[in-house]
T-cell receptor, first 109, second 118 residues
Framework: EVVLTQSPGTLSLSPGERATLSCRAS???????LGWYQQKPGQAPSLVIY???NRAAGVPDRFSGSGSGTDFTLTISRLEAEDFAVYYC??????????FGQGTKVEIK | QVQLVQSGAEVKKPGASVQVSCSTS????????IHWVRQAPGQGPEWMGR????????DYGQRFQGRVTMTRDTDISTAYMEVHSLRSDDTALYYC???????????WGQGTLITVSS
């Protein structure tokens, strides 16, 4: 079973700054099966990135994803007010089908 | 448009069972797995299991094996998730969700809060 470890736990940044979030897998995974979700208080998670680097529909181009093997990154180039949230990486596989990281909270400094 | 609408919040006593429903619309129900995910207060999402709406087969995460049952009713395009022998640490938000075939779209229910308290 793949374990996803996200870092840092909390990122304190100001609007306009760049955010870099890390997701490390316990073993090599296919880039096709790595995604990122954004979750705001009181809401269900919302897909941001799928297949490591593809933006989901409606996601602004300030969001980008990269990585391969065991190391993956979500970058928000210039933070806007609506980007402050918790972000989770997710891996899709056969067993178990879904695995989530523990999350990175991006908070306003 | 694709919609997943869940049943309302419940308060249960330890040892009881609870069933959450997930009513779907806007797509062919039998074409996509329905997954169930729970999120304890302040924690990340945790995959509980999934049901194949076409066959009715379900598979479960190790932590939930034997204590959770996932079913579906194809006539009304609804999936169900039942948790038995509730404990206080089952207090959480429970979500149903599905992905598109190429994983480019994800649809989640609004979540159902289950509170377990004596």
């Amino acid at each position: 079973e793949v374990v996803l470890t996200q870092s840092p736990g909390t990122l304190s940044l100001s609007p306009g700054e760049r955010a870099t979030l890390s997701c490390r897998a316990s073993q090599s995974v296919s880039s096709d099966y790595l995604g990122w979700y954004q979750q705001k208080p009181g809401q269900a998670p919302s897909l941001v990135i799928y297949g490591t680097s593809n933006r989901a529909a409606g996601v602004p181009d300030r969001f980008s994803g990269s990585g391969s093997g065991t190391d993956f990154t979500l970058t928000i180039s210039r933070l806007e007010a609506e980007d402050f949230a918790v972000y989770y990486c997710q891996h899709y596989d056969s067993s178990p089908p879904w695995t989530f990281g523990q999350g990175t909270k991006v908070e306003i400094k | 448009q694709v919609q997943l609408v869940q049943s309302g919040a419940e308060v249960k006593k330890p040892g009881a069972s609870v069933q959450v429903s997930c009513s779907t619309s806007g797509y062919t129900f039998t074409n996509y797995y329905i997954h169930w995910v729970r999120q304890a207060p302040g924690q990340g999402p945790e995959w509980m299991g999934r049901v194949n709406p076409s066959s009715g087969d379900a598979d479960y995460g190790q932590r939930f094996q034997g204590r959770v049952t996932m079913t579906r009713d194809t006539d009304i395009s609804t999936a169900y998730m039942e948790v038995h022998s509730l404990r206080s640490d089952d207090t959480a938000l429970y979500y149903c969700a599905r992905l598109s075939g190429d994983r480019s779209e994800a649809y989640w229910g609004q979540g159902t809060l289950i509170t377990v308290s004596s």
